[in-house]
């Protein structure tokens, strides 16, 4: 039983996020897992930067529920979301997620300026 794989990270962290706010659709959990880094070092955390909205509207949801940097967050894709996005945005945005999740702020907080 060596270290997991990026990928295994990945889907830990897909899983643990969905159990927590009860997602059982299987669409909001690929948008889930668009949201969360599968490749690296970094898996298992949140992507950098939003899934593209216009291509991926659920991803970009989740990407922002889950983004526990309020500054990061994009208004603008909130402000026009459709039904299904601003449901699965809504069951995220309820939890404070840890800022371990986004890599700038768990930098800044280790720094002592956040």
Not at 52 to 62: E, G, R, S
Request: proline residues 4%; glycine residues 6%.
């Amino acid at each position: 039983m060596g270290k997991p794989t990026a990928k295994e990270r990945q889907q830990k962290v897909v899983e643990i996020i969905c159990d927590h706010v009860g997602i059982t659709d299987e669409k909001e959990r690929e948008a889930v897992a668009m949201a969360i880094v599968s490749r690296g070092k970094r898996a298992g955390g949140l992507k950098a930067n939003a899934p593209n909205h216009y291509d991926y509207p659920m991803a970009n949801a989740a990407w922002n529920g889950i983004q526990p940097n309020y500054y990061k967050m994009q208004i603008s894709n909130i402000m026009f979301q459709r039904e299904n996005e601003r449901a699965l945005f809504d069951k995220l945005d309820k939890v404070k997620w840890p800022a371990i999740l986004d890599r700038d702020m768990y930098q800044l907080i280790l720094m002592g300026v956040w």
